[in-house]
């Protein structure tokens, strides 16, 4: 080991556009191979227009975002089908975003509340005006005609 470790330095310095606010460019280009494993029956719902939550088999703890093992009692998880209508708990206007993102912003993300799950489920929010916007209003999730197989293969939507 040197005595004096360096990162070693680039050859391309940072192209700055503004200097006040801050702003620069920055490339991201890369290729993610990943398997699902446990979480292959959530992204199966999505194309069959379901929105799956899991539950514990011990302490009926239930969980908007699927898990494997309860977080709190450690005990296996079972599927169960979430509501066809949640609530907005929470939202927030993304005017950035990963690159895949970026001609999409600005864009709304919403924390759905359904009745009787315990946690939170994090999707997009289309349709409805910034000034519309309100903490309880009712929504639904809708469904990509052509799977992604990502999470992005649901969005909401206010409901009717």
Not at 30 to 40: L, M, N, R
Request: hydrophobic letters at 40%; one cysteine or more.
């Amino acid at each position: 080991m040197p005595k004096d470790p360096k990162l070693p330095e680039i050859d391309r310095g940072t192209e700055v556009f503004a200097v006040d606010p801050l702003t620069i460019r920055a490339h991201f280009e890369v290729d993610y191979i990943h398997s699902y494993k446990q979480d292959t029956p959530f992204f199966h719902a999505l194309q069959k227009r379901k929105l799956l939550g899991s539950f514990c088999a011990k302490c009926n703890y239930r969980y908007a975002t699927p898990r494997v093992h309860c977080m709190y009692c450690g005990g296996k998880t079972e599927w169960f089908e979430l509501p066809k209508e949640g609530r907005v708990h929470s939202w927030t206007v993304c005017y950035f975003a990963a690159q895949e993102f970026l001609k999409d912003v600005p864009f709304t993300l919403a924390l759905i509340e359904f009745e009787g799950v315990n946690t939170l489920f994090l999707s997009r929010l289309i349709g409805v005006e910034r000034e519309e916007m309100r903490i309880g209003m009712n929504v639904k999730p809708k469904f990509r005609r052509k799977a992604t197989w990502s999470v992005r293969d649901v969005y909401f939507v206010r409901a009717e």
